[in-house]
């Protein structure tokens, strides 16, 4: 018989290694729901280079333009989100950190200093902030290997076909309120 040790631990804080573990990532997952139980949990994949960890509690990750604006939504109205990374390569693992959120917008008292950490992009909507109060480490046991194959160039593409005065209008449509109808905190023109 083979004896497997489940690995799990919790911190109050994010460790140095687990921070390395964070920076190697190519993609990370974004969860927040309303306070209502009948509203729509969100769970978002990310990618590019656009999380940082800010200091052991703090982290922030430039938000690009979507068809939705869920996680916004969310944190403004209760501030609850949740980050997960997970190894694909290497020592399986998985990372969450949990904490309370809120979205920075251009013209924010914190944009300059929070924008200075990101290669910002035509399409960067908002930096979402996040104070974390948790993180938990997990086995990761099931989740299989994959190979990195590069960044999408779909995002740039279109971001380029439409140019700034299109992104705002497509803002205004479509990420000024959850599909909940709670909403954003983005400011048209923002």
């Not at 099931?142 to 299109?166: F, I, L, N």
């Not at 990420?175 to 983005?186: F, V």
Request: hydrophobic share 40%; glycine share 8%.
């Amino acid at each position: 018989m083979i004896s497997i040790k489940i690995m799990g631990k919790f911190y109050n804080e994010i460790p140095e290694q687990q921070k390395a573990f964070i920076e190697k990532q190519k993609m990370f997952f974004v969860a927040s729901a309303p306070l209502s139980a009948d509203g729509h949990v969100n769970l978002s994949p990310k990618g590019m280079d656009c999380f940082r960890v800010l200091s052991p509690n703090r982290v922030a990750y430039m938000d690009i333009i979507g068809s939705g604006n869920e996680t916004s939504a969310h944190i403004l109205e209760n501030g609850r989100i949740t980050f997960m990374f997970c190894a694909y390569d290497g020592p399986p693992m998985i990372l969450r950190l949990y904490g309370k959120g809120y979205s920075v917008i251009p013209g924010d008292e914190e944009w300059e200093a929070l924008a200075q950490n990101f290669n910002l992009v035509m399409s960067t909507r908002q930096i979402i902030v996040a104070d974390i109060d948790m993180v938990q480490t997990s086995c990761g046991y099931v989740v299989p290997y994959y190979q990195y194959g590069g960044e999408r160039d779909t995002m740039p593409k279109w971001v380029a076909s439409k140019g700034a005065e299109a992104l705002e209008t497509y803002k205004a449509e479509k990420n000024m309120q959850s599909i909940d109808g709670l909403p954003t905190g983005l400011v048209k023109g923002s």
